[in-house]
């Protein structure tokens, strides 16, 4: 396609060449990925994609971790599923024209009929193309979380291009894959080994998840920056701050700290924390509040926070098999605190295996310990609906 075959006024996309080299647990090199991708902050709301149309539901990580647990309860057989080149399966609503530099230097121009990675909207595209590929083998999707799916015999949770069944048998499953192959293209595997950052390891019995690679390249991500506090390793085990007061001060005078560094800590930590680290949970909720605001001893307080991980980052959570399938919530308040507003910690649990956690500050100013224990208790109502 020519220049001058784009309608007048129409923003190009520019394109570029993304590399990736994708690693085993072990570290041994399994493959080098080369992707082209588009640099999506170019596009034009309203006018190559629409502003409320670049959201992608995925299952939630407390989803996962039951479909984990019911698994094990029922002995299912459980499989994860990777669909090949995801993006470019899904049909694209908009015009949107890209441009690419050949082999010979040349720009070249292109109408895109797919949804190219790097788009503002290819995620949304895809989910929508798996939504209705789903539905078409006879699943429905769930009310409480738009990522998971439903079927007479069996459950699929979604993570963009990433599908985790289960289901009774293998029977089971294959007709499911054939029914997902008749689509798209699929790269079969048997029990996840690794999913939603987490490393997964099978029991008889139980699971063990552990997010230990992503600790450990958190770990040295930021151990390079301002060698003021700069973290060290340690041959033992690094103890949580218990000085709280550090995760809340507010910015002094002359106190400088990197904010995009701060902020991409407590990031990674608010992640690790609420898929295996429940322990964490308050700590990073004290961090999150400084985000817009950090001080040196907020950044000192976090990077403690990711020595800890990193001292014990073999540990993680068990999920065993549970005797029953009990639904059950426990919820605690800290009264009072920062602006007179209470602390709510909840824990849910299926059959007594940790499903998701929280430690969050309540919303409003409690008038009394009762009010704030009632707060707290709705709230872990909420997360059993």
Sequence with gaps: MEKSDIPEGTKIVDTKWVYTVKRKLDGIIQKYKARK?????????????DSDQTFAQMMRPETFKMFLVLALYHNWTIRQLDVVAAYLQAPLHHEVYVSNVNENGETEYWILYKALYGLKQAGHEWFKT????????????????EG?????EIIIGTHVDDLLAIGPGNETLDKLEQAIEDHVELDKKEQPV?????????????VVLTQTHLIESTYHQ????????TIHSKLGKTSLPSNLELFERTKEPNDECPKTVYQALVGSLLFIARMTRLEIAIHVNLLGRTTENPSAANLLAARKVLEYLYSSRQEGIILKKPSNLALEVYADVSYGGPESRSQTGVLTTLGGQPMGWYSRRQDIVSLSITEAEYIACCKGAKDLA
């Design 148 to 152: 998971a799916y439903v079927g007479p």
């Design 194 to 206: 690794q999913m939603l950052g987490m490393e997964i390891k099978w029991e008889k019995d139980f």
């Design 130 to 145: 798996l939504q209705s590929i789903l539905e078409k083998a006879g699943l429905n999707q769930c009310i409480g979380d």
């Design 37 to 49: 991708v588009g640099r999506g902050f170019s596009q034009e709301a309203g006018k190559s994609y």
């Design 222 to 229: 930021h151990s390079t920056h301002h060698s003021h506090s």
